[in-house]
């Protein structure tokens, strides 16, 4: 579906938070990393960690220029995201160690996997400095631009 009037987009993007909303709320308890709902050209993604313990995470969203997501629980954690579309590898070769672990402190600026698209092997850097809490996607799954790729944990 695409909006072809301005009015058209409020609605989408207000539908996509509500379809977002209904998915959070229905975790029971479950710790939500990622939720990403897109209607035509419209997306509306979710990140973070509900607190051990703590309330469940709630996401309310609204129409275009309004506050996207209220009450959201903040994620102290940063995000190394896929800078293009392609297949995302942990290593160098195949067999070869991972560039970066869960527990390795990694610096703005150091490779932490490469993304295969068209051939090419284009590497995939950390824009921020952190301890690495989890790697998210499998090695060699396919990714899209944006997908969150490592959580690391700030210094």
């Known amino acids: ?5 301005p009015g058209d987009w409020a609605s989408v993007l207000e539908a996509a ?3 977002a909303a209904c998915l959070a709320a229905n975790l029971d308890g479950a710790t939500l990393r990622c939720i990403r709902v897109q209607t035509g050209d419209t997306c509306v993604e979710l ?3 509900a607190p051990a313990g703590g309330p469940d995470a709630t996401v309310s969203g609204t129409a275009l220029g309004d506050a996207v997501a209220e009450d959201v629980v903040a994620d102290p954690a940063h995000y190394v995201c896929a800078p293009m579309v392609g297949a995302f590898f942990h290593a160098p070769t195949p067999g070869a160690p991972p560039f970066v672990a869960v527990g390795d402190v990694v610096e703005a600026g150091q ?4 993304i295969e698209a068209m051939k090419f092997l284009n590497r ?3 824009t921020e400095s952190g301890r690495v809490l989890e790697v998210l996607v499998p090695d060699g799954a396919p990714v899209e631009y944006g997908t969150p790729l490592l959580a690391l944990a700030p210094l």
Do not use: K, L
């Open 47 to 49: 990140t973070w960690s």
């Open 124 to 126: 995939v850097e950390a």
């Open 1 to 5: 579906m695409t909006a072809e009037r």
């Open 17 to 19: 938070s509500r379809t």
């Open 111 to 114: 490779q932490v996997g490469i």
